[in-house]
């Protein structure tokens, strides 16, 4: 088998939620460059219209689609649905990508960004999910199952992230989700696995990676000493969505640089 082979989604259809922007946009790119359909949505229908044009002009071997889509309600999760199903009879990747974050100091932290947080980061994703379950199923087979990828962060893993207390704890629940949907699917032909992601450039973290002084304080925190890239998202996704990734399910993938496993300072302190 070719290295090429490992990785090539030629003939697959793939979901991306929230892929318009940051690491959706990031991994839409990835799947079409491997050839894949690639349909993105998002709440700004325009946008993703824009940049589905943006990536097919780029010459990648597959094509993206864009199109309005909500999942943070239960009507928005039903009109999404209807419109996968009329554009597609299987689905071969679900990256469940779509998320909002919120920071406010202990104290202020207030209840409405818990139930904006979980209903969107947890319950959106689990039950958009749920109900593309036969077009997944239709894409499946023995050697090759269908693909679902999670969009965790590495706060969900590590209590670093200042003031995002519900952000967090919302990472933190797609990650066992991820584990818990594993092993539900796994028998049905659909792997499902997670990234968590550290520092990586968006519309989502502007506020502190929107500068070049931004991102090199961000990477003073990072043990390979940068902030993510594109093309660090991209590769993830090819691997846990081509053949290469095909015997992997129930994973969290860290792409944070060693920032899961960094643990500053010696136990016994016999550095000094």
Known sequence: MTPNALFDLTGKVALVTGGATGIGRMAATGLAAAGARVLIASRKA???EAVAAEINASGVAGSVEGFGGDVATEAGIDALVAEVQSRTDKLNILMNNAGRTWGAPIGEHPYEAWDKLLSLNVQGMFHLTQQLLPLLKAASTAEDPARVVNVGSVMGDIPKGTSTYSYAVSKGAVHHMTRVLSNDLAPEGITVNAIAPGPFVS??????????????????????????????????LQYLCGRGGAYVSGAILPLSGGMQSNAPGSLFNEDL
């Open 46 to 48: 325009d946008a993703c």
């Open 203 to 236: 519309k989502m973290t502007a506020f502190a990676l929107g500068t070049e002084e931004g991102k090199a304080e961000s990477a003073k925190g990072v043990p390979l000493g940068r902030v993510g890239s594109p093309e660090d998202v991209a590769g993830a």
